[in-house]
């Protein structure tokens, strides 16, 4: 009887055990999210300049899945994080410029780390948050355990902190603090690591590098370039890229790194103002071309993406979301429907594709928006629509809009199909931009833009069937 009783001990006990190895392989999952780092402001690109030096984000980059086509959701700072944190399109909720992600993204929308915690994930979110400037959009009131940085303001000075009406917040507290700025997220970023070293974590490290004022340490900036701005960049990145190489050796001391989902991403594009290098792509941040929007993007998880080196499937920012549930095991949730999906089969090879589409969209006067599908990409700004072919002309160089009136006109019409179904700008300013309207450079009343959407829409097919008619006459 005793051995009956003890074997069916040992077969309980075998039985359970597979549910407690999955429990223990949940990953840790770390965001590092760059602000305005060029494409080829990392010296992996094979177009980086000399005087690009960041050895720490190449070892990471080697080791890792370098996705060659990972784009932003937005082609400037707060967008992109609204979308990062929701997993939705920003423009859900109104978040259209940075000035609308900046006041804050509205209470009802559903933040990574509120997700994750029941999963049994404590949270911390370092450096530049963005996202709000008031305590209830504060990032501890936002599902966050932790909290190292500052609310607002993009160009927060690297050196001085001692302007109280944007201080650095430890949690809810404004503190009096010292040091270079990167630096000192980097040394939250290890602490906090060899403080949760034995729970399941997550960690946004939200560097405000690069981003201007450009300040760096005088001892770091060599006389490279000839360009005093750029030199300035180059010191500021090798600080930047320092704190990678931190981060990544305290997760490696720890013996976590191997269970650690990290993602390394920029916000947008590099900034011309400065002197960014997004080589070979065209334009810099605030654009929607390549080099708005395409960015560094390497995803490093050594117990399941061992082996594969690059990634070519078209993902970006939003999908961040349904991939850090992916990882941790958790279902996507209903009662706010994903727009983003788990990049982890595509970096798998399970599958080539992930979205039908890519959507930009500023809204506002100038009528900036864009549209990715297949390799096709439409890119328009008032009047002006261009059409490329990212397969042959990822420099954006030829405008075929010409050659292929009928993809204009379906790409448009996609486009018209998924702003229709956002919200109006957050600003409230009562006008939302229509691109059939835009084109004759006027701004819509939301009561006038559904009618005026249809009738283009009916005009176009009209046109289409007199063509069609006198082609066959």
Not at 26 to 32: G, L, R, S, T
Not at 259 to 273: H, R
């Amino acid at each position: 009887m005793r051995l009956l009783r003890a074997l069916h001990a040992i077969t309980l006990s075998l039985i359970g055990m597979p549910f407690l190895i999955l429990a223990d392989e949940k990953p840790n999952i770390v965001i590092i999210l760059t602000d305005d780092q060029g494409y080829a402001d990392v010296s992996y690109n094979p177009h980086s300049p000399p005087e690009v030096s960041t050895p720490n984000i190449d070892a990471l980059a080697h080791s890792s899945v370098i996705c060659t086509q990972g784009y932003t959701s937005g082609h400037v700072c707060s967008p992109t994080r609204a979308g990062l944190m929701t997993g939705r399109y920003q423009q859900r909720f109104g978040i259209y410029t940075a000035g609308e992600g900046g006041s804050g993204v509205p209470l009802n929308e559903v933040f990574i780390p509120q997700r994750l915690k029941p999963a049994g994930y404590v949270s911390g979110a370092l450096g530049k948050w963005h996202l709000g400037l008031t305590k209830e959009y504060h990032a501890m009131n936002r599902g966050f355990d932790e909290f190292y940085g500052f609310m607002g303001r993009g160009a927060h000075p690297y050196f001085d902190h001692s302007d109280m009406n944007h201080p650095i917040y430890r949690g809810f507290k404004p503190i009096k603090e010292e040091g270079y700025l990167t630096t000192r997220i980097t040394e939250e970023a290890v602490d906090f690591i060899s403080r949760h070293k034995k729970e399941h974590f997550f960690l946004y490290v939200a560097y405000n590098a690069v981003h201007s004022p450009p300040e760096a340490p005088k001892e770091d900036i060599k006389n490279l370039t000839g360009d005093e701005k750029r030199d300035t960049l180059m010191a500021m990145i090798k600080h930047l890229d320092m704190g990678v190489g931190e981060i990544v050796k305290s997760l490696k001391k720890h013996d976590i790194f191997d269970n650690t989902l990290l993602i390394f991403l920029t916000d947008n594009g590099g900034s011309n103002a400065m002197s960014a290098n997004n080589a070979p792509l065209r334009g810099f941040k605030q654009m929607d071309y390549e080099g708005g929007i395409h960015v560094p993007f390497i995803v490093s998880w050594p117990a399941q993406l061992k082996g594969i080196k690059k990634c070519d499937v078209p993902m970006w920012s939003i999908d961040l979301f349904a991939t850090a549930l992916d990882a941790a095991g958790l279902p996507l949730p209903r009662d706010k429907p994903l727009d983003g999906k788990s990049i982890l089969p595509a970096l798998k090879g399970e599958t080539n594709k992930l979205h039908d589409a890519f959507y930009w969209s500023s809204g506002g006067a100038k009528g900036k928006w864009a549209i990715r599908s297949g390799d096709w990409k439409l890119v328009a700004e008032k009047k002006r629509i261009e059409l490329f072919n990212l397969d042959k002309d990822l420099s954006e160089t030829t405008d075929l809009a010409a050659k292929h009136p009928k993809l204009v006109s379906e790409l448009t019409e996609k486009y018209i199909e998924w702003i229709d179904k956002m919200a109006d700008p957050a600003s409230k300013q009562g006008k939302i931009w229509n691109p059939d309207a835009g084109r004759s450079g006027v701004n819509m009343s939301k009561e006038d833009k559904k009618a005026a959407r249809e009738k283009a829409k009916a005009d176009r097919i009209k046109e289409r069937e007199e063509k069609n008619n006198r082609s066959t006459e």
